[in-house]
């Protein structure tokens, strides 16, 4: 299904919405896994998946007082979850066959076994359709094609490395390039130091989040507001100006989002040039770079081209992203 020589692979959202349905909610259990066992870190870094070449992980969790030290690994290639501990233990959920009932049940099974003792707080999906309903009670999610799930990690594989070198160009403080369970995304922010007051009505998952100004940049598969791939960024608090010069490439659009805007790439649009990579870079950097001169950052001091902060090894100008 994946073409090797295609940097981006076509998903259309409909291909295998049953599977990705069900995988994210295999992923929200893992992910409250990871946010009831992790040490907790600035803006939820603590909860979130880091790619790797079979599919996507946790950081290390558990802590040096409690142990065990674990991780909880997607294997797309072998379609499994596999919880690790650092005594070299293991044990393996199979992903093949599973509602969302009997991979919850049989995950917290393998914690308990590797003696993992947690306690998910919500054992309930996240902003979802169904959130009131208990993940041991989902047998309704129960689509999981093997051949379509290994498609999207491929697809989020070669996202994340675009997001990998757009993140080279930045030298000040920045996410990991990382998996979100909640939206199922793959995403990236960039920081300045400017704290936003927010008012004492705003929850604390979004206090935490957007404590500080951030510029984000990522890709969904899509869901049913946005029926397709698309790539996406914005700026939080949205300065003034930032929709007045539309975004780049051509066909990128901005978009309303809650009281302010996103801008939109659709994956197919980047796909149908003849640099898909490049479009997609361009459309980042644009972003970022008409927000953060908005916002008054520091870009030229922030810039890190290739990854370098070294001004005699670096070359003057930016990167040649079509080299």
Known sequence: MTQVNEPLPA????????????LHRFVQIVGKVALAKGIRRNHWWHMTYRT??????????????????????FDFFDHDLRIE?????????PLVGQSVASFYTDTMAA??????????????????????RPFDEDTEHADYDPAKARHAFH??????????????????KISPVQVFWHTFDIAV??????HIDMPASVDPVTREAYSRED?????????????????????????????????KPDKARWVPSGSAHAAYYAYDDARDTPDPVGSALEFFQFVYGRGSELAGWDTPKLACWGGITDPVLREPGPPRWTD
């Open 11 to 22: 998903i259309p959202l409909e291909s295998w919405r049953p599977t990705k349905e069900t």
């Open 52 to 73: 790797t070449a079979r599919g996507w992980t946790t950081v290390p969790l558990g802590t040096a007082r409690t142990g065990p030290v674990f991780t909880c690994a």
């Open 85 to 93: 501990t650092d005594s070299g233990e293991r044990g393996v959920v």
């Open 111 to 132: 914690l308990k076994q590797l003696g993992i003792d947690v306690t998910l707080a919500h054992p309930t999906p996240y902003d979802l359709p169904d959130h009131g």
């Open 155 to 172: 697809v989020y594989s070669q996202v994340g490395r675009i997001l990998e070198e757009f993140s080279a160009t930045f030298s000040g």
């Open 189 to 194: 922010q960039r920081f300045s130091p400017r």
């Open 215 to 247: 510029i984000s940049a990522g890709f969904w598969f899509g869901d049913d507001k946005v029926p397709e791939p698309t790539f996406y960024s914005y700026i939080a608090p949205e300065p003034d100006g930032l929709t007045d010069v539309a975004p």
